[in-house]
Every structure is written in structure tokens, then in C-alpha cells.
């Protein structure tokens, strides 16, 4: 069965880096697009952008160029998040995700979040 | 960039009740490519719609998603106590946005 399985919790201080991983598993990982969503405390659901885990391209959402890079090693089937320069405000839970089927676009599994919260 | 507005922010209603959600967009979703999901605390959001109606697997049927264009409405026929929670829409039509969601509340 298809899963996405990600790294626990992290606390961070401000300046910090943090890098998130998303193992996929129960399916051939470089047929599907990972896509990453965020969630602030309270708040809804954000998209922050998505990666061709085939050919790279990474694809980021307007609020997410520069300190986000979106990244991927085929080998061990696992896409990462990795957020630079941490501020107060990347506090949240962190989602990677997967298309249903495939090129249906809408998110039909989802990892089950990373919270980050970054604090001094 | 394709704009969703969910409303009520929020609905409280009984079990048992009818719960009518709203999502309208900024500009048509081409092809109806509009997802519903639904959140409970502490999970991740579970998709319930796609293409506007299609249930998706293992949804019951008391869930169901209308509408075309701009104006799109998920319904709950009859709420059950597993059924409060969190939901958004969401487009991927153009890029990909979700709504701001709709907590639908016991009353």
C-alpha cells in the first residue's frame, strides 16, 4: 500500500536550518510528484509548491522562493523539505503528498505532517 | 492565481442535521478540477471529492460535491458525530490553491 512516512518533530532556533524527509513507499517513487503543504498553527492549508521526482524541476508557490529548496534521493525513495535561515513565523506542521492516481492532481495520500517550530 | 473562498467559516449544526458548504473561485476551474478534503485534529486532511462530484474511495455517500465553474458545494445529507470537523476545497486546474476552510461544529 502506497505511504508516505515523515521525520518527527523539530525545534529550531531563529537563523537555523531544517531539512524534512518524506519516505515514499508502496509504489514506483519517480512515477509521482511530491507536493508539499504547509499549516501554521491554527491556519489552513497553504500549497507550497512540488517536485518531478523523475527529472527535478522544482516548483515553488509564490511565499516559498529562496529559503525553501525541495529535493529528492531516487535510492532511498524520500523527498526532502529544507528550510533555510528559520523565522518565527515557519512555525508549523509541514505535509508532503501525492497525486491519487497518476497526473490526476488532486492530493489523494499524505504524509502524516512534521511539526517545525522554531523559537529561541 | 485562482482564489477560493469557502463559507460559513463556520457551521454548527446536530447529528443528523444536512450541512451545505460553499467554495467559489476568482475565476472558473477549467475542467472542474475541484478537490474537497476533510481534516480532523491532529491528522493530516483526507481527500472526499474530486472533479467537482466524484466521491473518492471508501467515502460513504451521505458526502457529495456539486457545482461548475465558480460555484461549487459540498454536501453532508446527514451528520454523524465522525463527520465534525475541518474541510477545504481545493483547485488544481491552474497551479494548485486551497479555500481557507469550513469547521462545521456539533451545536
Known amino acids: 500500500q502506497v505511504q508516505l512516512v515523515q521525520s518527527g518533530s523539530e525545534l529550531k532556533k531563529p537563523g537555523a536550518s531544517v531539512k524534512v524527509s518524506c519516505k515514499a513507499s508502496g509504489y514506483t517513487f519517480s512515477h509521482y510528484d511530491i507536493y508539499w503543504v504547509r499549516q501554521a498553527p491554527g491556519q489552513g492549508l497553504e500549497w507550497m509548491g512540488w517536485i518531478n521526482t523523475n527529472i527535478g524541476n522544482p516548483t515553488y508557490a509564490q511565499g516559498f522562493t529562496g529559503r525553501f529548496v525541495f529535493s529528492f534521493d531516487t535510492h532511498v525513495t524520500t523527498a526532502y523539505l529544507q528550510i533555510s535561515t528559520l523565522k518565527a513565523e515557519d512555525t508549523a506542521v509541514y505535509y508532503c503528498?501525492?497525486?491519487?492516481?497518476?497526473?490526476?492532481?488532486?492530493?489523494?495520500?499524505w504524509g502524516q505532517g512534521t511539526l517545525v517550530t522554531v523559537s529561541s | 492565481e485562482i482564489v477560493l473562498t469557502q463559507s460559513p467559516g463556520t457551521l454548527s449544526l446536530s447529528p443528523g442535521e444536512r450541512a451545505t458548504l460553499s467554495c467559489r473561485a476568482s475565476q472558473s476551474v477549467n475542467n472542474n478540477y475541484l478537490a474537497w478534503y476533510q481534516q480532523k485534529p491532529g491528522q493530516a486532511p483526507r481527500v472526499l471529492i474530486y472533479g467537482a462530484s466524484a466521491r473518492a474511495t471508501g467515502i460513504p455517500d451521505r458526502f457529495s460535491g456539486s457545482g461548475s465553474g465558480t460555484d461549487f458545494t459540498l454536501t453532508i445529507t446527514r451528520l454523524e458525530p465522525e463527520d465534525f470537523a475541518v474541510y477545504y476545497c481545493?483547485?488544481?486546474?491552474?497551479?494548485?490553491?486551497f479555500g481557507q476552510g469550513t469547521k462545521v461544529e456539533i451545536k
Open positions: 503528498a501525492r497525486d491519487r492516481d497518476v497526473l490526476t492532481g488532486y492530493f489523494g495520500y
Open positions: 481545493q483547485q488544481y486546474a491552474d497551479s494548485w490553491t
